[in-house]
């Protein structure tokens, strides 16, 4: 067991140090993500210029909700993994995991997880520094303990769902040349029903009872939403079961596609 | 003259290779289309909590975005993969192949080929202005309807001369294609009312960068008629950053040392 985890220690620092090398798309990423407060800032100051509340909340809450978003993004979001996973598989990389017992899913979470250990971290700084920009338009709920307890293995499970995505996009490598034109479709797809471009609960109703029941709704919102005090105790519980069901599923399926995948894999070269 | 015959040629192309790659037609179509759809459904949510934002009604706001829609469309159908390969071919040499040509260089690269699928969706676009237009009860003359057009034209080249120069910086750093990708961001902020920005925000969006005016000048001439200042302001605008685009290129290119090869 310590053997099985001192391998994937390796690939742990090895991911610290991939932050170095991907120092640029951090920033462009930190940039943007910045620049996208700006537009919520914008039009969510718009919204509420007419309306005190909006679904029950009012502004600074709306906006304490979009600034965990990037939070959670930066700790728990997959950037590029699966562009990562798509060129390994091209290039070939991945031979050299069929021949070692290390398993590629386990070597790539491990990279992912302490990618997103740092690239959060550093996100944390920008924010701090802007704070008293915006401190006075944030509202966080009154502290439940509850809301702490089950947002953590929410945002491991959505990390864990997330990765698990961006893997199987990589693993479409296997079947097309291109996945480009799929990760960005399915961006659209994950944005509205992850909750990027609104909180999930301001939807009609019947529509957030489906979306509750989607992959998306737990890849983002469901985490932000315990945090910032839009869903209840009840709801919280019920969705961390639902959670896990598809975190195990999406686990399941990258197992799949890995070894169908592998079946229409020819190494070629070495 | 022969400037259109060469453009004609590229256009040609494009459509051949596009009936040869029917897939990745398809994808692309469908990737513009749900991007879209999750921009209406944005504005649909918030319509259904608010009566107005910026003193902007529903169907104003879906003219709106369809407007800065329909521009973006026709920039991503004529210009996009272009200017973005250009910078690529800026670092890897390749560029010297548009410099052999005869002609002017901007125009080569500018034109060499065009994604149907962004001109496609151009119609769905026009779609959603007709159908808010319908929706307001708009009737716009002959002559709103020309100004409308002719906005969306300064629009097209506001948005390339954006484009050209963030592709020309590649001249001189190697970030060039991040940057290019950054213009998305940017033209974020054309689906949002004038009325909305506010201090800071209304300085750096509204009066030093134009993507709030590209959209917000002839969205506005067909909800309130042609208004002169707008138009104004939008040709002067276009005419300078078109101007300024040009001159980067042109420097950029003076530098271009081609690669060791």
């Known amino acids: 067991m310590l053997t099985f985890l001192n391998k994937y220690r390796h690939a742990f620092l090895v991911g610290l140090q991939s932050n170095i090398v991907y120092r640029w798309n951090f920033l462009i990423r930190a940039f943007f993500s910045l620049f996208q407060l700006v537009v919520v800032f914008i039009l969510w100051g718009a919204v509420f210029s007419g309306t005190d509340r909006v679904g029950g909340f009012d502004l600074p809450s709306t906006i304490t909700y979009f600034v965990t978003l990037i939070v959670l993004q930066f700790f728990i979001g997959a950037f590029n993994e699966d562009y990562q996973i798509s060129e390994e598989i091209r290039n070939g990389l991945i031979n050299q995991f069929l021949l070692k017992p290390v398993n590629y899913f386990a070597y790539r979470f491990s990279i992912f997880t302490s990618a997103r250990l740092v690239s959060g971290t550093l996100m944390l700084v920008p924010l701090l520094i802007l704070l008293p920009l915006y401190k006075s338009q944030l509202a966080l709920p009154p502290f439940e303990a509850w809301r702490i307890l089950l947002a953590l293995p929410a945002m491991a499970l959505a990390a864990l769902i997330q990765f698990s995505i961006a893997y199987c996009f990589g693993m479409l490598t296997f079947w097309f040349l291109e996945i480009q034109g799929f990760v960005i479709l399915s961006m659209a797809v994950e944005a509205l029903l992850g909750g990027q471009m609104f909180p999930l609960d301001l939807m009609p109703q019947r529509l957030l009872r489906i979306a509750e029941l989607l992959p998306f709704y737990y890849q983002m919102y469901f985490p932000a939403a315990i945090f910032t005090g839009r869903i209840d105790y009840a709801r919280a519980t019920s969705g961390l079961v639902i959670q896990a069901g598809w975190a195990l599923a999406l686990l399941a399926l990258t197992q799949l596609l890995w070894s169908r995948g592998l079946r229409r894999h020819t190494a070629v070269g070495g | ?261």
């Open chain 2, 1 to 261: 003259m022969s400037y259109l015959r060469i453009w004609l040629a590229s256009a040609r192309y494009s459509i051949v290779r596009t009936l040869m790659f029917r897939f990745d037609f398809f994808l692309w179509a469908m990737v513009e289309l749900f991007w879209m759809s999750v921009n209406l459904l944005l504005v649909t949510v918030i319509y259904d909590h608010t009566a107005s934002v910026a003193g902007w009604s529903k169907y104003e706001m879906i003219l709106l975005v369809g407007t800065a829609m329909l521009i973006q469309r026709y920039v991503m159908g004529f210009f996009w993969s272009n200017l973005f390969e250009m910078s690529r071919n800026i670092r890897s040499g390749t560029f010297d192949f548009f410099l052999a040509q005869p002609g002017n260089p901007l125009f080569m690269v500018a034109t060499r080929k065009l994604d149907p699928d962004g001109l496609c969706n151009s119609f769905v676009a026009l779609g959603v202005v007709i159908y808010a237009a319908h929706r307001l009860g708009l009737h716009p003359g002959a002559a709103d309807l020309a100004a409308y057009g002719l906005m969306i034209l300064c629009g097209i080249i506001i948005h390339f001369s954006v484009l050209v120069m963030s592709a020309s910086l590649t001249f001189w750093t190697t970030g060039g294609d991040s940057i290019v990708t950054s213009y998305f961001s940017l033209f974020e902020f054309s689906r949002l009312p004038r009325a909305a920005f506010k201090g800071a925000a209304n300085v750096i969006f509204v009066w030093l960068l134009p993507v709030v005016v590209v959209s917000n000048a002839p969205a506005s001439t067909l909800l309130h008629g042609f208004q002169p200042s707008y138009a104004v302001w939008l040709f002067a605008v276009a005419l300078a950053w078109l101007a300024v685009a040009i001159f980067v290129f042109n420097r950029g290119l003076r530098r271009y040392a081609s690669a060791s090869s």
